[in-house]
């Protein structure tokens, strides 16, 4: 089964920016390669219990079992050694991944309290854009009864464009809430 987002970003979606941006060619369109969903479990150098539930509840998130990411150095500071597991990422691609999206887009960010849109402004010097979420329960998937505390995570989309204006253009035909950049706005 083909999922709704993709349907709607070949139906839709690339002939309208093939029109907008004047382009000749369907290829010249970006689109998704992957989704990197991250969250970084500092407190579990004291009790791995913490990133056992994380690594629990991103798998009912993206619906695919997280790989646990170990620390690359000691740091004497933060109290890790090297190899200290010190949080999880899952790497969506395919079908998963746009069905990933749709429920970011259009269950988990119209969730947020106070919710204000995104920053039009997280794009990398590669195109892809990063979007940080403070809290795991916007998601339906997680049961906030059973939720041991609030964990959050960075989410990365990775397009195969360069150009951060192509690929700003196809998130918000994809319905990425941005908000309009203000001088007086604070930042998120």
């Known amino acids: 089964m083909v999922p709704r987002l993709l349907q709607e970003y070949r139906k839709e979606i690339v002939p309208q920016m093939m029109k907008d941006l004047n382009l000749n060619n ?16 500092g407190e579990a150098v004291t009790d791995i219990k913490l990133l056992d539930k994380a690594a629990e509840e991103l798998s009912l998130i993206a619906g695919q079992k997280p790989v646990i990411c170990r620390a690359k150095k000691a740091i004497a500071n933060f109290k890790i050694r090297e190899g200290m597991p010190i949080g999880c990422k899952v790497t969506l691609r395919r079908t998963i991944m746009y069905e990933f999206i749709d429920r970011l887009l259009n269950v988990a960010l119209p969730r947020i309290r106070d919710f204000q849109g995104i920053s039009a402004n997280s794009f990398d010097k590669d195109g892809n854009f990063s979007l940080g979420v403070s809290d795991q329960s916007i998601f339906p998937e997680i049961d906030i009864d059973r939720m041991q505390r609030p964990q959050g995570m960075d989410i990365t989309i990775i397009t195969n464009s360069n150009s951060t204006e192509k690929n700003r253009q196809l998130l918000r035909l994809f319905g990425m809430p941005f908000r309009r950049e203000t001088s007086n706005q604070p930042r998120m």
């Open 26 to 41: 369907p290829e010249e369109v970006p689109e998704l390669k992957k989704i990197v969903v991250n969250m970084g479990v």
